[in-house]
């Protein structure tokens, strides 16, 4: 089992840049594939971005492609979600997600995710 905790979210402008983080107890946490998603007011939790357990394959939501790069820290037990140029829409809820399978194409459905955070809000104002 492993447990979530989100960091770094806050209130900014849009257009710059902050960085989220996820810290992973336990000590198994290169065995699990990390991805991010994310929750907006009266809508559905979606997928952000996923790094896979070695770090070396990654996959974006079209809509952070280019803006948001993920990493993974296996000897730190920690997976960083970078966003630059924000946006207003880019507004929610982030949740880091673990997933203890290994996929050939990570997966961006939530189900496919084993454990997750409680979340670090995002509000980027226009």
């Known amino acids: 089992q492993v447990q979530l905790v989100e960091s770094g979210g806050g209130s900014v402008q849009a257009g710059v840049s902050l960085r989220l983080s996820c810290a992973a107890s336990?000590?198994?946490?290169?065995?699990?594939?990390m991805a991010w998603f994310r929750q907006a007011p009266g809508k559905e939790r979606e997928f952000v971005a996923a790094i896979s357990q070695s770090g070396g394959s990654t996959g974006y939501a079209d809509s952070v492609k280019g803006r948001f790069t993920i990493s993974r820290d296996n000897s730190k037990n920690t997976v960083l979600l970078q966003m630059i140029s924000l946006k207003p829409e880019d507004t929610a809820v982030y949740y880091c997600?673990?997933?203890?399978?290994?996929?050939?194409?990570?997966?961006?459905?939530?189900?496919?995710?084993?454990?997750w955070g409680q979340g670090t809000q995002v509000t980027v104002s226009s």
């Open positions: 997600a673990a997933g203890a399978r290994v996929w050939a194409v990570l997966p961006k459905a939530t189900g496919s995710y084993d454990y």
């Open positions: 336990g000590r198994t946490f290169s065995s699990y594939a």
